[in-house]
């Protein structure tokens, strides 16, 4: 509810579709043979339209979440539901993919031999959903909204990794998704482009309102970006604290140095560093 009002304060649409409830998944890789387990009971609640950080030490299982939502591997048991119909459960370990899922991943996946525009147009065109003028137009139109006039024609080997990563999340949105799945998207940016990063993906989001699901290891992030930050164990990851961040949206930079914002790193920082901390004793390495 307090996504909505903050939503409604930031200007644009309320999301009325995109809420992801995770009810007590558990996830164990291998179960006959070496029995991995990723998750462990574990609960969480996203509305329509927000934001939900996602972080946690390497290794916790914050990716087998997320591949679980987007379709791409089995739950062992509990249910994934999106806008409550049943995504995942025990009876269908696996949710179908779907265009209404989408996932920008961490390494990026533009084709090379397409220009940034016609990279974005292609999803729709591909798919039928609209003519290539129609897909065109909407592209140039959305690439406009997310400050990437004068780079449509260019190839996506000669933008920065920053103008990249925006395009994909552009391209993403162009197939009208519920929800956008960004597993640490900005990890490999220095912090400088980080920063710009992060004020595009809100601009982007004020504009096109979906469910979020952000992961991270980066707790100014979390915090900065999120509406909600789940604070995940140590493998097999459950959330340890979920921070309802009562900063309102549209955020700027200029949160990062309020009193607030100072005040929820403090009280959320001890919780990270000791999972990070058992992570490092228990030696997990990323997944
Ligand atoms: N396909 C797999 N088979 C077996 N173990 C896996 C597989 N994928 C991930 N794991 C293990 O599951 C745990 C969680 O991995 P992952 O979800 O990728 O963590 P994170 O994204 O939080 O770094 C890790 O210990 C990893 O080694
Ligand atoms: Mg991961």
């Not at 200007?11 to 558990?26: F, N, P």
């Not at 164990?28 to 991995?36: C, H, K, L, R």
């Not at 462990?40 to 996602?54: F, K, N, T």
């Not at 209404?100 to 999803?123: C, Y």
């Amino acid at each position: 509810m307090a996504a909505v009002m903050q939503q409604a304060a930031a200007g644009g649409r309320v999301a009325t579709r995109g809420a992801i409830k995770i009810e007590d998944v558990v996830k164990i890789y291998d179960p006959e043979g070496a029995a991995v387990m990723a998750v462990d009971h574990c609960s969480l609640d996203i509305a329509a339209g927000e934001i939900c950080m996602v972080v946690g030490p390497s290794g916790c299982g914050k990716t087998t979440l997320l591949n679980a939502i987007a379709g791409f591997h089995e739950i062992t048991s509990g249910r994934i539901t999106l806008d409550e119909e049943v995504l995942c459960s025990a009876e269908q370990p696996k949710a179908e993919p779907g265009s209404d899922r989408i996932v920008v991943f961490q390494n990026g996946a533009l084709f090379p031999w397409k220009t940034n525009l016609e990279n974005v147009a292609f999803g729709p065109i591909m798919q039928g959903k609209l003519t290539r003028l129609e897909a065109t137009e909407k592209a140039l139109s959305m690439m406009a909204d997310a400050g990437l006039s004068g780079v449509e024609h260019n190839y996506p080997g000669e933008v920065s990794s920053g103008v990249r990563r925006r395009v994909e999340i552009v391209r993403a949105l162009m197939n009208e998704p519920r929800v956008l799945l960004l597993d640490e998207p900005y990890r490999a940016l220095d912090s400088l482009t980080k920063s710009v990063m992060h004020e595009a993906l809100l601009e982007i989001y004020y504009k096109n309102k979906v469910t979020i699901f952000f992961i991270t290891h980066d707790l100014e992030e979390a915090i900065f970006l999120g509406h909600k930050v789940a604070i995940m164990t140590t493998r097999p990851c459950r959330p340890k604290k979920v921070l309802e961040v009562d900063i309102p949206h549209p955020r700027d930079y200029s949160v990062l140095t309020s009193k607030r914002f100072r005040e929820l790193i403090d009280e959320t920082n001890e919780a990270v560093h000791e999972e990070a901390l058992k992570a490092f004793a228990a030696g997990e390495k990323e997944g």
